[in-house]
């Protein structure tokens, strides 16, 4: 991994874009999602009557302590765990009512996963890796290849692509895992924590490259994570605590109340300064 004491990339804040984008089209509908995990006789309400719109081209972070179900419901949302209450669709489809052979068959069409581990097969290369869910859909070797190397050319490793991920940073892991996620042109991309086992200057190098794209081709993201640095650069931070939303910020009103944040630090050490 680098090392941290590098000078961060510089990331363009949200509030110079474009904003939350209410006029863009709607892929997320969620309403009153529920999800509740059993233990013996212990049941733990992991998600508690969960609504949320994501429209296409935004990039959202939620927020919360651990526990709180970020993870359960991103799982949900994506259709890798199935929940107990509630109504959701995507791109206007409803994942309930897919059956599970359906809903593995538009998670791999419509979707890209990026996690904080990484999941990459280690005998792979960084192309093979890239190539491989285009392979298991039915896209020919040649072409899979194709798209592939252009894909790992855009996050800025096709000097890589030959490389196994034994030989490649803990940054350049994540960006085969972006080039992996983004290969089959999804309408989202689900992301958890996936700064999490990178450094600071490795952290905003792959944020830095996920708001590029974003920006670029309008690729919707949406981000589990703990990381202030990632919520700084989404348009939208959603909270959460107990398994229920408890409130969302803008990326304005998150700058505004940085900046209120900052004036009461300095306002002591001013007067301090003065006396």
Not at 162 to 187: F, K, M, W
Request: with cysteine; charged share 20%; aromatic share 4%.
């Amino acid at each position: 991994m680098h090392s941290s004491t590098s000078t961060s990339p510089s990331i363009t804040t949200p509030s110079q874009v474009a904003g939350r984008r209410e006029e863009a089209p709607v892929i997320v509908q969620a309403q009153g999602i529920s999800k509740t995990y059993y233990t013996g006789a212990v049941a733990v309400q992991a998600l508690r009557e969960v609504s949320l719109t994501i429209h296409a081209g935004e990039m959202v972070a939620v927020m919360g302590p651990s526990g709180c179900g970020k993870t359960t419901l991103l799982n949900c949302l994506s259709g890798l765990d199935r929940f107990d209450r509630g109504e959701l669709s995507i791109e206007g489809a409803s994942l309930r009512r897919m059956s599970d052979r359906a809903r593995t068959d538009y998670r791999a069409r419509r979707m890209g996963f990026v996690f904080q581990t990484f999941n990459l097969l280690p005998v792979l290369t960084a192309a093979e890796n890239v190539e491989l869910s285009l392979l298991v859909s039915g896209v020919r070797p040649k072409e899979a290849r194709r798209r592939s190397l252009a894909m790992l050319e855009q996050v800025g490793l096709l000097d890589w692509a030959h490389h196994r991920p034994g030989e490649l940073s803990g940054g350049q892991r994540q960006r085969v895992t972006l080039a992996r996620a983004l290969v089959n042109d999804p309408a989202i991309v689900w992301a958890d924590e996936p700064t999490g086992n990178l450094d600071v200057v490795t952290s905003g190098e792959v944020l830095s490259l996920m708001q590029r794209l974003n920006q670029e081709q309008g690729q919707t993201f949406v981000i589990v994570t703990h990381d202030p640095q990632v919520s700084a650069v989404c348009h939208r931070v959603i909270h959460m605590r107990d398994g229920e939303i408890i409130g969302e910020q803008t990326a304005e009103e998150q700058a505004a109340g940085e900046q209120d944040a900052g004036a009461k630090r300095a306002g002591p050490e001013a007067g301090e300064a003065g006396a």
